[in-house]
C-alpha cells in the first residue's frame, strides 16, 4: 500500500471516529516533529509516549513515522552541520552515513563514544528546526482539515 494513501487512511479514519480536526493535527505535528528527531531508535517509543501523555491518535503518529523515515536519512547530515554551526568544534563530522554505519556494526560502544559530540550536535540541530516543524504542521494540518471536503463529511458522518 502507498505510504500517503495509509496515512491519508488513517487521518480519514480518526476523523470518522469522532477525532476533532485539532486533534488530528496535534496527532501530526508531534509525529512530523519527532519523526524527524536525528538519532534511529528513539522515535517509535518517544510517540508512543507522547500520543499516551497527550491522548493522541497513535496510528496516524506511526504511520507519519514510517512515512518520514527516508526524509530523517536525508536531514541527518544536515542537522549535524547545524549543531556544528552553533558549537564551532575543532574536529567536523567527516564520515558518510554509510562508513559510519559500517563502523557502528563493528564497534556500536567505541562508535558512540567517539561520534558523542556529532550526536549532540544533530540532535541540537533539530531541536533549533523544532519550533518550525511544530508550528508549521500543525497550523497547515489544521487548515487543510478545517477547509477540506473530506474531512467536513468524515466529521458530519461521525456525529450523525
Known amino acids: 500500500m502507498n505510504l500517503f494513501r495509509k496515512v491519508k487512511e488513517a487521518v480519514l479514519n480518526a476523523l470518522r471516529q469522532g477525532w476533532s480536526p485539532d ?12 519523526g524527524l528527531f536525528p538519532i534511529y531508535g528513539f522515535t517509535m517509543a518517544i510517540l508512543g ?13 506511526q504511520s507519519i513515522n514510517y512515512l518520514l523515515a527516508p526524509l530523517k536519512f536525508i536531514l541527518i ?15 567536523p563530522f567527516t564520515l558518510s552515513i554509510p ?6 556494526k563493528d564497534a556500536p560502544l567505541e562508535t ?8 549532540l550536535h544533530a540532535i541540537v540541530g533539530w531541536g533549533v528546526t523544532v519550533p518550525l516543524l511544530m ?5 497547515t494540518t489544521r487548515l487543510i482539515l478545517r477547509t477540506g471536503e473530506a474531512a467536513r463529511d468524515a466529521i458530519a458522518e461521525a456525529h450523525s
Open 99 to 104: 562508513e559510519f554505519t559500517v563502523r557502528f
Open 77 to 91: 547530515i544536515p542537522y549535524i552541520r547545524l549543531g556544528e554551526w552553533i558549537f564551532r568544534p575543532g574536529n
Open 49 to 61: 509516549l507522547i500520543g499516551l501523555i497527550w491522548k493522541l491518535n497513535h496510528p496516524i503518529m
Open 23 to 34: 486533534g488530528v493535527s496535534w496527532s501530526v505535528a508531534w509525529s512530523v516533529t519527532w
Open 112 to 119: 558512540l563514544a567517539e561520534f558523542a559530540a556529532t550526536f
Open 135 to 139: 508550528a508549521t504542521s500543525y497550523f
